[in-house]
């Protein structure tokens, strides 16, 4: 059964960090390009960044030098590392592979505010 689980979610004040991490299972996880993602207030979601299986990091502009990708193939896992955090950064974060074909995992809430 292929699964998804995120946690690491907290309410954080703004300027400050969390490390989120996603747990994969049922998957041959060291062939899949990972992703983060987010669904904040508005409800769309967007990509946050991405580790291909190769270990190519891609980021959105929104992110870039704040946030760090990574996986431990071995693990199964894929962490995310937020610096900075900024009320924007507010939402639900999910993983999911790079073409999110796999069942969505709950989330993890990340609420950045004083």
């Known amino acids: 059964q292929v699964q998804l689980v995120e946690s690491g979610g907290d309410l954080v004040q703004p300027g400050g960090s969390l490390t989120l991490s996603c747990k994969a299972s049922g998957i041959i996880f060291r062939i899949y390009d990972m992703g983060w993602y987010r669904r904040g207030p508005g409800n769309q979601r967007e990509v946050v960044a991405r580790?291909?299986?190769?270990?190519?990091?891609n980021y959105a502009n929104s992110v870039k030098g704040r946030f760090t990708i990574s996986r431990d193939n071995d693990k199964m896992t894929v962490d995310l590392q937020m610096n900075s955090l900024k009320p924007e950064d507010t939402a639900v974060y999910f993983c999911?592979?790079?073409?999110?074909?796999?069942?969505w995992g709950p989330g993890t809430q990340v609420t950045v505010s004083s």
């Open positions: 580790i291909s299986r190769f270990g190519v990091l």
């Open positions: 999911n592979d790079r073409e999110m074909t796999l069942p």
